[in-house]
């Protein structure tokens, strides 16, 4: 939706689950830009409604700030029926989701995502959990949304590297399905960046469209939606090894999406010509293109360690999404000597 942020968010929505209370999960920085125009907007529905503030950042995506969450619903006497709100990006849609999968065995949720990257991407399909120090998402669950709302007025008050980490998942939807959105990123990047409302209207639909499409068929990842995962072996390998939040998502799969298109060229799936044309769309959208080292002594041999814990490794063989020609996608392992080959060629 476009206009003032929540001011008739829920209007339309008669799907809304009935509660006498909510709970609004955001974080601090969040909270003083939107909790209240949201909080007038759900006072119109439900009767009583609840604030969790929680600290801002993915290091705070763990096992402790998630407690947070839970400390407030049983303080609050919440029941089966209660209704958290998940005010935020990534993170708070993450963990709000999996605080309502788990809090008696699952109450409903709804994402309202703040970031461009929760709009396109995080916020749709059912994925939640936390970090360990080990790895990315390691914990967690699928469970849907009821909802999700997306208003674009939040992007507004985005900060710009967000926007650009954000773009990263808006990218990655070209290469694995549709390369004519691709070719549209590519005409309207300097419309994306300046924030254009139609253009950012049309990002967010035709992402939440591609991704919807795949998660339709393969809700629990078992086979077809790995592909969403382009770029994010390597991307959560520098997440963890920088140490979480040092690098945005968004920032740690542009890269991994440079690292994966180059080991598709060295498998024989895709041309230098299509490797460059990627690289220098994620170059544009103000996103790094070279990753960062991890281990002076062996910065490949650190990559592989953390790259071994991707949940979509099977027996400790490492799988990659990589581009199988433009516009179509594949899980294949790669040898451990031309992984190297790559992070050596990539920073």
Same mark, same amino acid.
């Not at 674009?152 to 939807?173: C, H, M, N, Q, W």
């Not at 990627?278 to 910065?299: C, E, M, Y």
């Given at each position: 939706?476009?206009?003032?942020?929540?001011?008739?968010?829920?209007? +339309?929505?008669?799907?809304?689950?009935?509660?006498?209370?909510?709970?609004?999960?955001? %974080?601090?920085?969040?909270?003083?830009?939107?909790?209240?125009?949201?909080?007038?907007?759900?006072?119109?529905?439900?009767q009583?409604? $609840? !604030?969790? #503030?929680?600290?801002?950042?993915?290091e705070?995506?763990?096992?402790?700030? @998630?407690?947070?969450?839970?400390?407030?619903?049983?303080? $609050?006497? /919440?029941?089966?029926?209660?209704?958290?709100?998940? *005010?935020?990006?990534?993170?708070?849609?993450?963990?709000?989701?999996?605080?309502?999968? /788990?809090?008696?065995?699952?109450?409903?949720?709804?994402?309202?995502?703040?970031?461009?990257?929760?709009?396109?991407?995080?916020?749709?399909?059912?994925?939640?959990?936390? %970090? =360990?120090?080990?790895?990315?998402?390691m !914990?967690?669950?699928?469970?849907?949304?009821?909802?999700?709302? /997306?208003?674009?007025?939040?992007?507004?008050? @985005?900060?710009?590297?967000?926007?650009?980490?954000?773009?990263?998942?808006? &990218?990655?939807?070209?290469? &694995?399905?549709?390369?004519?959105?691709?070719?549209?990123?590519?005409?309207?990047?300097?419309? *994306?960046?300046?924030?254009?409302?139609?253009?950012?209207?049309?990002?967010?639909?035709?992402? /939440?469209? !591609?991704?919807a499409?795949?998660?339709?068929? +393969?809700?629990?990842?078992?086979?077809?939606?790995?592909? @969403? %995962?382009?770029?994010h072996?390597?991307? =959560?390998?520098?997440?963890?090894?920088?140490?979480?939040g040092?690098?945005?998502?968004?920032?740690?799969?542009?890269?991994?999406m440079?690292?994966?298109?180059?080991l598709?060229?060295?498998?024989?799936?895709?041309?230098?010509?299509?490797?460059?044309?990627?690289?220098?769309? &994620?170059?544009?959208?103000?996103?790094?293109? #070279?990753?960062?080292?991890?281990?002076?002594?062996? %910065?490949?041999?650190?990559?592989?360690?953390l790259?071994?814990?991707?949940?979509?490794?099977?027996?400790?063989?490492?799988?990659?999404?990589?581009?199988?020609?433009?516009?179509k996608?594949?899980?294949?392992?790669?040898?451990?000597?031309?992984?190297?080959?790559?992070?050596?060629?990539?920073?």
């Amino acid at each position: 939706m476009i206009g003032g942020a929540f001011a008739r968010a829920f209007e +339309d929505y008669g799907e809304l689950p009935h509660a006498s209370q909510v709970v609004v999960v955001t %974080n601090h920085v969040v909270a003083q830009l939107y909790v209240v125009q949201l909080v007038a907007a759900l006072k119109a529905r439900y009767q009583v409604v $609840h !604030i969790v #503030k929680l600290p801002d950042g993915e290091e705070h995506k763990n096992w402790q700030t @998630l407690n947070l969450i839970f400390d407030a619903l049983l303080k $609050h006497g /919440c029941d089966r029926k209660t209704v958290l709100f998940a *005010l935020g990006g990534g993170v708070i849609g993450d963990m709000t989701g999996f605080a309502a999968a /788990c809090y008696m065995r699952g109450v409903p949720f709804v994402q309202v995502p703040t970031t461009l990257l929760a709009q396109v991407d995080s916020s749709v399909g059912g994925k939640t959990g936390i %970090n =360990h120090p080990l790895g990315k998402n390691m !914990i967690g669950a699928f469970y849907q949304p009821r909802l999700v709302v /997306c208003d674009l007025a939040t992007l507004d008050t @985005l900060p710009e590297r967000e926007l650009s980490a954000g773009l990263a998942e808006v &990218i990655k939807y070209g290469p &694995i399905a549709d390369m004519e959105f691709m070719a549209w990123q590519e005409a309207s990047m300097d419309a *994306l960046r300046a924030r254009d409302r139609t253009a950012l209207a049309h990002a967010v639909r035709r992402s /939440c469209e !591609i991704k919807a499409w795949v998660v339709g068929q +393969d809700e629990r990842e078992s086979g077809l939606r790995a592909i @969403l %995962n382009f770029g994010h072996t390597f991307g =959560h390998a520098i997440e963890a090894g920088m140490g979480y939040g040092v690098w945005l998502h968004g920032e740690a799969v542009g890269a991994g999406m440079v690292m994966a298109a180059e080991l598709s060229l060295r498998m024989g799936l895709v041309d230098e010509k299509f490797v460059l044309r990627l690289r220098n769309l &994620i170059q544009r959208a103000g996103l790094p293109v #070279k990753a960062p080292v991890l281990d002076p002594s062996d %910065n490949a041999g650190r990559y592989l360690e953390l790259m071994r814990v991707d949940k979509k490794a099977e027996s400790g063989e490492i799988r990659f999404v990589l581009i199988d020609g433009p516009g179509k996608a594949v899980l294949r392992s790669a040898p451990d000597a031309l992984v190297r080959e790559v992070i050596d060629a990539c920073w």
